[in-house]
């Protein structure tokens, strides 16, 4: 399916497009939130979301989950990893999230539990621009 | 740009900073606002709204980079 990138308030009234996917996420046999935008970014090695997120699906306490660390331009920042559920269109993919009490956006869509079950291409030079993604079965 | 994309764009202008929102389906217009994901799902459920989508605004309108 192709997804146009979403504006996106820029500085100045400028407009920036960024691929935003709607999903929703969700617990195995738990609540399952809204719909909600993530960022779809080949930078981030796995998939981040809010606390918010989380106690929208029953975790209220994020630090109940194994600890770790990531690194961005923000420097480094704790995080919590949950066994979760997100739903991409008609695609539920069971993966390991990780969830920081600071996050910009409302969840980042990156390599580990995203890129590697779909085949994605970034095409900024359409009009509008927007990006192609293709789920992947493998064995 | 599409009136659609444009309205998106006047809309997420028009939010509170550092805040949850959500647009409505078409994702054109505003429908909730709270400082919490919590507060925006349950102004969605008095709506009776299934199908508007949240997003977190950021605390400035800056380029992302993450």
């Given at each position: 399916m192709r997804?146009?990138?979403?504006?996106y308030?820029?500085?100045?009234?400028?407009?920036?497009?960024y691929p935003?996917?709607?999903?929703?996420?969700?617990?195995?046999?738990?609540?399952t939130?809204?719909?909600f935008?993530?960022?779809?970014d080949?930078g981030?090695?796995?998939?981040?979301?809010?606390?918010?997120?989380a106690?929208?699906?029953?975790?209220?306490?994020?630090?109940?989950?194994r600890?770790?660390?990531?690194?961005?331009i923000?420097g480094?920042?704790?995080?919590?990893?949950h066994?979760?559920?997100?739903?991409?269109g008609?695609?539920?993919?069971?993966?390991e999230?990780?969830f920081?009490?600071?996050?910009?956006v409302?969840?980042?869509?990156?390599?580990?539990?995203?890129?590697?079950h779909?085949?994605i291409t970034f095409?900024?030079?359409?009009d509008?621009?927007?990006?192609?993604?293709?789920?992947?079965?493998k064995? | 740009m599409?009136?659609?994309?444009?309205a998106r764009?006047?809309a997420l202008?028009?939010?509170?900073?550092?805040?949850?929102?959500?647009?409505?389906?078409?994702?054109?217009?505003?429908?909730?606002?709270g400082?919490?994901?919590?507060?925006?799902?349950?102004?969605?459920?008095?709506?009776g709204?299934?199908?508007?989508?949240?997003?977190?605004?950021?605390?400035?309108?800056?380029?992302?980079?993450?």
């Amino acid at each position: 399916m192709r997804v146009p990138y979403r504006t996106y308030p820029g500085p100045n009234n400028t407009v920036q497009y960024y691929p935003l996917l709607r999903v929703r996420v969700g617990r195995k046999y738990g609540p399952t939130t809204r719909f909600f935008e993530a960022l779809v970014d080949s930078g981030a090695s796995d998939c981040m979301f809010p606390e918010d997120v989380a106690q929208a699906i029953g975790i209220n306490d994020i630090t109940t989950g194994r600890k770790s660390m990531r690194a961005g331009i923000g420097g480094k920042e704790d995080v919590w990893i949950h066994s979760v559920v997100v739903y991409v269109g008609e695609h539920a993919l069971d993966i390991e999230a990780a969830f920081t009490h600071t996050l910009p956006v409302s969840g980042l869509l990156g390599r580990q539990g995203f890129f590697e079950h779909f085949r994605i291409t970034f095409d900024p030079t359409g009009d509008p621009p927007g990006l192609e993604i293709e789920r992947v079965h493998k064995a | 740009m599409t009136p659609e994309a444009a309205a998106r764009l006047e809309a997420l202008r028009a939010a509170p900073l550092d805040s949850w929102v959500a647009l409505s389906e078409d994702e054109t217009r505003i429908v909730a606002v709270g400082r919490t994901y919590a507060e925006v799902a349950s102004e969605l459920d008095r709506l009776g709204d299934q199908q508007s989508v949240i997003l977190k605004t950021p605390d400035a309108w800056l380029p992302l980079a993450l």
